[in-house]
């Protein structure tokens, strides 16, 4: 189960972009034939598979909703999310609030992290990578770090 790699598509003025093939059997093999779930990050738009987005749910559902972070991530995530059926053409629409939340017109990239597909802006995109490889010491010391434990 693991998306990878990065894709350049085109959002039409409807809100349609195009899943690419790979993505889209990743998409059925981990959802069956129930549609993705769609919803905010931070400065982009995240797409999980039904049955990833499940477990995600699940866990989140767990966590203590009286702590108000705890409050405001369940509805950032679980507010913002909608289901994203795959059209006949392999697209999604992507819903007008989530659009503006992203910045989305244009030229998007959809980039396969792990178990979902995120949904940038191109140009916040590329700009996040440039950051990314300017201070990938720095990011891949802290990864180990908490990844080595104590």
Avoid at 53 to 82: A, N, T
Wanted: charged residues 25%; contains cysteine.
């Amino acid at each position: 189960m693991s998306f990878r790699g990065r894709h350049d598509h085109t959002l039409d003025n409807k809100g349609r972009v195009s899943i690419p093939a790979g993505f889209r059997m990743e998409i059925q093999k981990l959802g069956g034939t129930q549609p993705p779930l769609l919803t905010w990050g931070k400065d982009h738009l995240i797409l999980f598979p039904a049955q990833v987005w499940e477990v995600m749910e699940r866990d989140l559902g767990s966590k203590s909703s009286l702590l108000p972070d705890v409050q405001k991530y369940q509805r950032l995530l679980i507010g913002g999310c909608s289901e994203c059926p795959i059209d006949s053409q392999g697209r999604i629409t992507i819903p007008g609030a989530a659009c503006e939340h992203a910045d989305l017109s244009g030229k998007v990239t959809l980039a396969g992290v792990l178990n979902k597909i995120e949904i940038w802006n191109h140009e916040r995109f590329e700009n996040d990578w440039r950051l990314t490889l300017e201070r990938h010491d720095e990011i891949q010391m802290s990864v180990e770090k908490s990844t080595s434990g104590p």
